[in-house]
């Protein structure tokens, strides 16, 4: 049996300090082949909170966990209430100045690479393409019978149709997509089955508690191979999804620099923490090196 994940990190407290100062940054991306790694911190100034951050979701939610989810059918049931509900949300969500500087640098080919730990599709709605997802799609569902691969937004017409006025007032939504409902507010919420086989559908992502397929991660260790460094955007790198490649571009020799407000646990291994809000960092960073991030797209 898998051990129930370890949610929460605490720094032990003689961790390297934070800087405001940029400038490596700057010159990392300056010289080009930056592979960037972003995680929650990067979507919070786009309105979907983070997990660890001040405020951050794990101070009132617990993920869904892959062995709950497949083992509990009220479990499923109370996820995809608070999925579908989430999910509104995070259709109206829209990419910040930064998930617009990180597309701005690939076009000038400052930072090729992208990992995402996210699920949101922001980075794509941003411009940037080879966009490599860590840990899935919320666009998307699969079936865990047959396989099948879905769109999330023909599911939400079916949940919809099978929940005639279900439109609960969530306490908050979670960098997951799971909105904060009570098991009152799920109530009898219908969960529909696979178009295909009738089996269990599952939001084609990640959970606490599951693997990210190995052929994924071997296409994220190979973009470390190739980079010159690597940039940490708004992760606090508890998961080691995230920190083996971290370890691996340290092991490399390769600068490791990590822009987030809070401490990660790569600190150790970076060679400057940016204690500043991304988007601003980001932004000065590309009018530094003369590059031009697009503006929001019009209303």
Known sequence: MRMRPTLNWVPDGDLPPGTADWEPVAEALGRGGVLVLSGAGMSTESGIPDYRGEGGSLSRH??????????DPQARRRYWARSHLGWRVFGRARPNAGHRAVAA???????PGLITQNVDGLHQAAGSVDVVELHGSLDRVVCLSCGTVGARRELAVRLTQANPGFAPVAAGINPDGDADLTDQQVGDFRVVPCTVCGGVLKPDVVFFGEAVPPQRVEQCRALVREATSLLVLGSSLTVMSGLR??????????????VNRDPTRGDRLALTRVALPLGQVLTDVAERLGVRVEGPPAA
Do not use: C, D, S
């Not at 869904?64 to 497949?70: K, L, V």
């Open 62 to 71: 617990t993920p869904m966990t892959y062995q709950e989810f497949t083992a």
């Open 245 to 258: 490649f971290v370890r691996e571009a340290a092991r490399a020799q390769k600068p490791v620099l990590i």
């Open 105 to 111: 640098f690939a076009r000038h080919g400052l930072a």
